[in-house]
């Protein structure tokens, strides 16, 4: 909590509170991540990517959004401290882990794991939403880190899979 608050209190800025709101709203729903995913379904080259794209993402949803946040039930930060002005409207639902975080990480690093130079600007993608959420007060940084590793590791699961699959398709 004390990180939080020290962002709210120390690095909260004009700049930031303009910025940082437009970041994590290309994160909502996982649309931006989504949207790369049926992207990279046109070209034929970039289809087994776009492939576990989007099964990272969906397999994510499931465990972080609709298993894990239901089980754990814990409440957001601006439910507990409710003196903290938001830059956006309050999200409903739990706080952990964070499905911004989850997705965004799910997302980029199944990108990295074929293409590595997209990969990277991905990932940087990635950590700026999901460093959005505590930003914007509505995330715990244990819900953005759990999030985000939740994330990686699910992404890094579905690309072994494909990889030994190709392997015994050969």
């Not at 909590?1 to 120390?10: K, Y």
């Not at 130079?117 to 505590?134: T, Y």
């Not at 995330?139 to 494909?162: K, Q, R």
């Amino acid at each position: 909590m004390e990180l939080l608050l020290f962002i709210q209190e120390h690095l909260r800025t004009a700049i930031g509170d303009f910025f940082f709101p437009l970041v994590t709203h290309l994160g909502d729903a996982g649309v931006v991540w989504i949207a790369l995913g049926l992207s990279l379904l046109i070209p034929k080259k970039t289809r087994r990517c776009s492939l576990a794209v989007l099964i990272s993402l969906a397999i994510t949803f499931i465990v972080g959004n609709v298993v894990m946040k239901n089980l754990i039930a814990r409440p957001r930060p601006f439910i507990v401290y409710p003196d903290i002005e938001l830059l956006i409207a309050p999200p409903s639902g739990f706080s952990f882990p964070s499905g911004h975080s989850s997705s965004s990480f799910a997302a980029a690093t199944t990108l990295f794991c074929f293409y590595k130079k997209p990969g990277i600007a991905a990932l940087v993608l990635a950590a700026l939403i999901a460093f959005s959420r505590m930003y914007l007060f509505v995330h715990y940084p244990t819900d953005v880190l759990a999030g985000s590793m939740l994330g990686i590791f699910l992404a890094l699961a579905v690309c072994c899979i494909l990889h030994k699959a190709d392997k015994q398709t050969v």
